[in-house]
């Protein structure tokens, strides 16, 4: 039988191989962690049933700390450490308190009270509660914390450790808390419950209505009511679909409310429907998008379904379709509802009106479709991945007098006046090598795209953060701005998504915020530019997160690409800020400061470097190793009225009157883009030779 008192497991950080920080004497962090996880047991065991992770000097794995906490049932799990400065500042010195991320009730309550305690009986700083994505506070336990109780690379602070007094200290200042919070309790979350007209969430005790607060999907959600300890929110309300559902507040006596994340699904109720109907020489492509009976759209992944296909009574009488021919007209379907609540279906051979049933949901739909005929000046194909051979959606396609975009199922038609049967044509889509090639009116053309880079980066999330510290020097937000502009234009270039974390340089975005957009996009690697001060030699610096080894790899790229025979030392080092830990996933910091103090290139040059050098890495760690770079002279008249790129990357580096160049392809063209927007290729010439225009001047 489970005994009234509160379950505590005291988890002492580090041991056996993992030392944690060390003091400049040698004093070990798996030790202390140890020794005060051993006096907070014996303060607390008359009011706690207290566990520890390990009692010994053993390195316990993270996972299985977090498995020792649920099978012991516990109510609360306090994570014990002690800190050390990655960039060596031995000034600092304070307590850091971290509950888990995105959450507020229980948790942090506990952590204030914590926080209390320490502000008011130790002599240093306090910070915190601070939210946090620690592996040992992803658990089911209901009040989890990490103390980061001093830093040891304070020789001060070691000093005072080493007498074991200090140790007593703060053991006294978290047992008070515990105690203290022990005998307030706190709330629980008891589950939620889907019903015909409302979803009801339970808590342990009454909640105050005037401090939830409601999200669905990220916004603030107004349509639900607090009836006692029951939090529900009104069907009717919520389209149909995946939600993701967050609850927060506080109860009537004032304890926080344990911060609910759930997943929940709600059949979609279809009651309307539109569609368009695009014609092509041959097929007509059919868009249907549904909505809900607010006329919001539906959710993404409902299915449509195809019912019956029927000819018109003109098409029967006159005997235009043969049997069985209405039952290949369909060439392809998108029968799975997209982001806008689309479906799409591509039609072929059409020669009279026909009728499209289909059913969405509880929804029967009925669409007349009629044969327009081809006209003899008009262009129709489709264009497809190489590696893939997939359809391509919105590449830009660019003839002598006309553009269009590639539509669903890469269908393209170009709308031409002209009678000539063939003309060259551009296609061109981020991520692809440009093609330009000729085509007929005569055909339908397939066109086929080669990814850029194999398409290594195609679809990747990349996280481009200015490090926060830059804004106490202006001249350090403008480098690292630069960097992260060029950055930008590297990865969308390549078919990645590049995700900033501000709109503008000096917009002040706090570290949480930035990890919580990351964790929300879901975001493939994370790459931070600073140009601040270091307690370090001035060099350029790529900084990664040691327990991470995804980040050493991507950080051995980065350091690993030379650009210039006698490229500045790029230095690789462990790193611990709040940025770096809380993180998943590849996440490097580069420091450019050094880059940009040895006057070796001019400023903006400098800035294309390091976002090249971050590029060329991200390349290297995601399988890409087929760059090469060439340096060509460059007469001055030129390079003042154009810009000077490859085919493959978007960015050349100026230095005097010679431009570096990368590619990535045998027979990739240099682009010369002059200012008036008139654009050049011409072949690579030898290496060391010098770019001039065609004709020579």
């Not at 006096?39 to 498995?67: A, H, N, W, Y």
């Not at 709330?187 to 939620?192: E, L, N, P, T």
């Not at 379709?321 to 591509?346: C, H, N």
């Not at 990357?649 to 010369?672: A, E, Y």
Request: hydrophobic share 35%; with cysteine; charged share 30%.
């Amino acid at each position: 039988m489970r005994s009234h008192k509160l379950r505590l497991v005291l988890d002492p950080g580090h041991g056996g191989q993992s030392s944690g920080a060390v003091g400049s004497s040698g004093l070990a962090e798996k030790e202390l962690n140890l020794k005060l996880a051993f006096l907070l047991k014996d303060l607390l065991e008359s009011k706690f049933q207290v566990f520890l992770t390990r009692e010994g000097d053993v390195d316990v794995p993270l996972e299985e700390r977090v498995r020792f906490a649920e099978s012991k049932e516990a109510d609360i799990f306090i994570s014990l450490h002690f800190n050390a400065d990655a960039l060596r500042n031995p000034n600092l010195n304070r307590t850091e308190v971290y509950f888990p991320f995105e959450e507020s009730g229980p948790s942090m309550d506990l952590g204030e009270l914590i926080c209390e305690e320490f502000r008011s009986r130790l002599d240093i700083p306090c910070v915190g509660p601070i939210p946090s994505r620690y592996t040992v506070l992803k658990s089911k336990v209901p009040v989890r914390l990490l103390l980061e109780c001093s830093y040891i690379t304070n020789e001060e602070e070691e000093r005072k450790l080493l007498k074991g007094k200090r140790l007593e200290e703060i053991s006294n200042i978290v047992g008070n808390a515990l105690i203290k919070f022990s005998e307030l309790d706190f709330c629980r979350y008891r589950g939620f419950e889907i019903k015909d007209e409302f979803i009801s969430f339970a808590f342990s005790e009454e909640v105050s209505r005037d401090q939830v607060k409601v999200l669905v999907d990220g916004k603030e959600f107004r349509y639900f009511q607090v009836m006692g300890k029951d939090v529900t929110l009104l069907k009717e309300y919520l389209p149909g679909g995946i939600h993701y559902v967050e609850i927060k507040g506080r109860t009537l006596s004032g304890k926080g409310l344990p911060h609910v994340i759930e997943t929940i699904e709600i059949e979609p109720d279809v009651a309307y429907f539109s569609a368009s109907i695009l014609p092509y020489a041959g097929y007509q492509l059919v868009k249907i998008r549904g909505f809900d009976k607010h006329l919001n759209p539906i959710p993404a992944g409902v299915r449509l379904s195809v019912d019956k296909i029927e000819a018109s009574v003109r098409a029967i009488r006159r005997g235009i379709y043969k049997p069985g021919e209405l039952e290949t007209i369909i060439e392809a379907k998108r029968e799975i509802s997209d982001e806008t609540g689309s479906f799409y279906i591509l039609l072929k051979g059409i020669k009279d009106e026909i009728k499209l049933n289909f059913t969405i949901g509880n929804l029967d739909g009925r669409l007349s479709v009629e044969n327009i005929p081809k006209r003899k000046t008009n262009i129709t194909g489709f264009v497809f991945d190489e590696n893939t051979k997939k359809p391509l959606k919105n590449v830009l396609i660019q003839g002598e007098d006309f553009v269009t975009f590639s539509e669903e199922f890469g269908i393209f038609e170009l709308e031409r006046s002209r009678e000539e049967e063939k003309e060259k044509v551009i296609f061109s889509k981020d991520g692809y090598y440009a093609l330009e090639t000729e085509l007929s009116t005569e055909s339908i053309d397939k066109i086929y795209l080669k990814p850029l880079y194999n398409g290594v980066l195609f679809g990747k999330k990349i996280l481009i953060d200015i490090d926060n510290r830059d804004f106490s020097d202006y001249s350090a937000v403008g480098r690292s701005w630069k960097v992260a502009e060029n950055l930008v234009l590297l990865v969308k270039n390549a078919g990645g998504i590049p995700l900033l974390t501000r709109d503008y340089p000096w917009q002040e975005i706090d570290d949480y915020s930035k990890v919580k957009k990351a964790v929300r996009e879901g975001v493939d690697a994370s790459v931070q530019i600073s140009n601040s001060r270091l307690h370090l030699k001035d060099d350029l610096y790529v900084f990664f997160y040691e327990r991470d080894e995804s980040s050493r790899k991507l950080a051995e790229a980065v350091s690993g690409v030379t650009l210039y025979k006698d490229d500045p030392p790029c230095l690789m080092m462990p790193y611990g800020s709040y940025f770096v830990i809380q993180l998943s996933g590849p996440r490097i910091v580069i420091n450019s400061r050094g880059a940009f103090g040895k006057e070796w290139l001019a400023e903006n040059e400098v800035a294309k470097y390091i976002a090249l050098k971050v590029f060329v890495g991200l390349l290297w760690y995601f399988g890409y190793t087929g760059v090469y770079h060439r340096e060509y002279d460059v007469e001055y008249e030129l390079l003042s009225k154009s810009s000077i790129f490859s085919e493959d990357f978007p960015i050349g580096i100026v230095m005097g009157n010679r431009v570096r160049l990368l590619f990535s392809r045998p027979d990739s063209k240099i682009v010369i883009l002059l200012k008036n927007g008139e654009k050049i290729l011409i072949g690579k010439p030898l290496e060391g030779k010098c770019i001039t225009l065609p004709d020579g001047n």
